[in-house]
């Protein structure tokens, strides 16, 4: 059975993923600046968990590109994450809670973290 193409989960796979990548680049800055042990190790694990998010991120974009999607609007504030983006021909806005976002990228990390990979949705 063919599933069928989601933008607004492929969006919210993007905002998500996004999110991860600023929290694990802000960790990767705090770390160069702290003294630790096993520094290298974990420096090591957070940047092929970044590194794999580049390219997951990069996917979804194209999937996007090829549906025929574009994000025409971003903003963010200590709340919510408000996007537009245009699918055929009409302009869809939705509104994600931050915590909701922070929450799934948690989940993600640690999906990571174990060893998984993510897969992009068709």
Do not use: W
């Amino acid at each position: 059975m063919t599933e069928r193409f989601n933008a607004l989960t492929t969006v919210k796979h993007v905002l998500i993923m996004h999110l991860l990548r600023q929290q694990i680049e802000a960790d990767l800055n705090h770390l160069s600046k702290t003294p630790l042990h096993l520094l290298r190790c974990y420096d090591t694990v957070l940047k092929r968990i970044h590194g794999e998010l580049l390219t997951k991120i990069s996917e979804y974009k194209r999937q996007l590109k090829r549906h025929g999607v574009r994000i025409v609007k971003q903003q963010k504030n200590s709340l919510d994450f408000q996007i537009a983006y245009v699918e055929r021909g009409y302009e869809v806005q939705h509104c994600f809670l931050l915590a909701t976002l922070q929450a799934e990228s948690h989940v993600l990390f640690r999906h990571y973290l174990e060893g998984g990979s993510y897969d992009v949705p068709r």
